[in-house]
């Protein structure tokens, strides 16, 4: 697929700002699931890619382990560093794409979690941050990460309307609405998500937030071809076993 095409799908800023993500995501399901797969040993390296602002990553250091955080999105390793510090941390955060990262480094667990393979749009993309993966993997290192399983249904009944997805004051005092639609496109598989922003009560912006689906015969393919034994593949953070009506593809791979 051509480079324009990569340009053409994005995450808006306001996405990202960080205590606008912050104030949205509140829910720690996941990090029972992270935190049960840890090595037993505090002193194994843990890295996390696409920390964010460290929502994991934080209170994941404060168990008492080494982890160190990749993000590209340098306002969210700033809330991410800001809260380290709030918690007494010394946490590394390394501002890096994970498609071309190089670190000297290798480690015992990698994972990355809350979907953030879906801003992957090219199966090269995808394959390039597999290979990082790889690459800085110790012998017998375990791998994690965590996606939606794409429901057809879903998408043909939300874009159909718009919905409103969430309503919440933020840490700096922000009164914040977000509405919903979405458009599908078959060619690429992205899902063309447009959230549009109120705030104190005024629409602010339309932003983008598109994700590439991955299904899941796909997905268990491509691990396989880049050199990954998928060990569990579960539908939710609760350990079921993956199925026909999982929200959710989470894997754990050697
Ligand atoms: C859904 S957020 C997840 C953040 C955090 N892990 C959490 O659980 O809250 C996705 C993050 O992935 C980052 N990201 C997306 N593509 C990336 C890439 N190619 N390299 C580095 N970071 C990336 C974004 O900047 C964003 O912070």
Not at 46 to 65: D, F, M, N, S
Not at 134 to 151: I, Q, S, T
Not at 208 to 226: A, G, I, K
Request: with cysteine; aromatic share 14%.
């Amino acid at each position: 697929m051509s480079e324009e095409m990569n340009n053409n799908y994005k995450v808006g800023d306001l996405i990202y700002d960080a205590n606008i993500y912050d104030g949205m995501n509140t829910n720690l399901a996941d990090l029972q699931f992270y935190k049960r797969w840890l090595p037993k040993n505090k002193n194994a390296r843990i890295l996390e890619l696409c920390c964010g602002t460290g929502r994991l990553t934080v209170p994941i250091a404060k168990e008492g382990y080494l982890i160190s955080g990749v993000d590209y999105t340098s306002s969210m390793l700033e809330q991410a560093k800001v809260k380290a510090s709030e918690s007494g941390l010394d946490i590394e955060f390394i501002e890096a794409d994970i498609r071309t990262l190089d670190l000297p480094e290798k480690y015992d667990l990698i994972f990355i979690p809350f979907n953030s393979i879906h801003h992957l749009y090219r199966n090269e993309d995808l394959f390039n941050a597999f290979s990082v993966v790889k690459k800085h993997l110790k012998e017998g290192g375990v791998f994690l990460f965590d996606c939606f399983n794409p429901n057809i249904q879903f998408i043909v009944e939300s874009e159909k309307e718009q919905k409103e997805i969430a309503e919440y004051t933020t840490r700096d005092g922000r009164k914040v609405l977000v509405k919903q639609v979405m458009r599908y496109e078959n060619r690429t598989q992205i899902n063309r998500i447009e959230w549009h922003y109120f705030i104190n009560d005024e629409f602010n912006s339309i932003q983008n937030l598109d994700m590439r689906m991955y299904f899941p015969q796909e997905l268990d393919s491509y691990l396989e071809w880049n050199g990954f034994k998928i060990i569990h593949k579960f539908g939710a953070f609760d350990e079921e076993a993956f199925n026909d009506n999982s929200e959710k593809q989470i894997f754990v791979c050697q």
